[in-house]
């Protein structure tokens, strides 16, 4: 069981938006910056969106990454193909430890 | 640019050691935090422990918590991973992952590729 709730699952069409969200508590996001990972199996996971919000160079801006109190959401708009991958949220946990969420898998039909 | 490298996993049976290893490149290794994340079979990605950028303070998720011992030597610029008494679920693809700043923080901006460990009689 993760610290932070994610749904298992997403699907999209080409084209089309798509969120993912991340539930925590007042002791990680509620507190501390989150962040958002792209990962494909086999390869190393990719930082998406750093302090809540923030893209690193060379992320496109079809990511887009908010938070709101102890939940935070990951948008993907213009769904491509290469998208689909499992993505993850995490944060720092004031109990001094990194939390990540149980990841969703998300699917371009 | 920027690499991290891992080595050390493979095949060790219940209740044996391992010591991972990454070996880091391309940027001033002793001004960031590291960390080591690992993914069981079939699961999520785990945080398994955190170390500074001087080394001075250490962070370890309850599942591993007196079992695992994370270190790191700035002269050489690695990364290790000490593992004791090893149990099947420990059974994992592990990654080593820079952080951004000099404390943990959970802002992995660059990974390797993962070590595989796995353990098994």
Redo the contacts between chains.
């Keep these: 069981q993760?610290v932070l709730t994610q749904p298992p699952s997403a699907s999209g069409t080409p084209g089309q938006r798509v969120t993912i969200s991340c539930s925590g508590s007042s002791s990680n996001i509620g507190s501390?910056?989150v962040?958002w990972?792209q990962?494909l199996p086999g390869?190393?996971?990719?930082?998406l969106i750093?302090?809540n919000n923030q893209r690193?160079s060379g992320v496109p801006d079809r990511f887009s990454g908010s938070k709101s109190g102890t939940s935070a959401s990951l948008a993907i708009s213009g769904l491509r193909s290469e998208d689909e991958a499992?993505y993850?949220c995490?944060?720092?946990d004031d109990s001094?430890?990194?939390?990540?969420?149980?990841?969703t898998k998300l699917t371009v039909l | 640019e920027v690499q991290v490298l891992e080595s050390g996993g493979g095949l060790v049976q219940p209740g044996g050691s391992l010591r991972l290893s990454c070996a880091a490149s391309g940027f001033t290794f002793s001004t960031y935090a590291m960390?080591w994340?690992r993914q069981a079979p079939g699961k999520?990605?785990?945080?398994v422990s955190?170390i500074s950028d001087r080394g001075g303070s250490t962070?370890?998720?309850?599942s591993v918590k007196g079992q695992f011992t994370i270190s790191r030597d700035n002269s050489q610029n690695t990364l290790y991973l000490q593992m004791n008494s090893l149990r099947a679920e420990d059974t994992a693809v592990y990654?080593c992952?820079k952080d951004?700043v000099g404390v943990?923080?959970?802002?992995?901006?660059y990974?390797?590729?993962?070590t595989l460990v796995t353990v098994s009689s």
């Excluded at chain 1, 001094?96 to 990841?103: A, T």
């Design positions: 993760s501390n910056y962040y990972y990962h390869t190393a996971p990719k930082l750093y302090r690193p499992d993850y995490a944060a720092w001094l430890s990194v939390v990540f969420g149980g990841g | 960390s994340v999520g990605l785990e945080w955190a962070y370890y998720a309850d990654y992952a951004s943990p923080t959970g802002a992995f901006d990974w390797g590729q993962g």
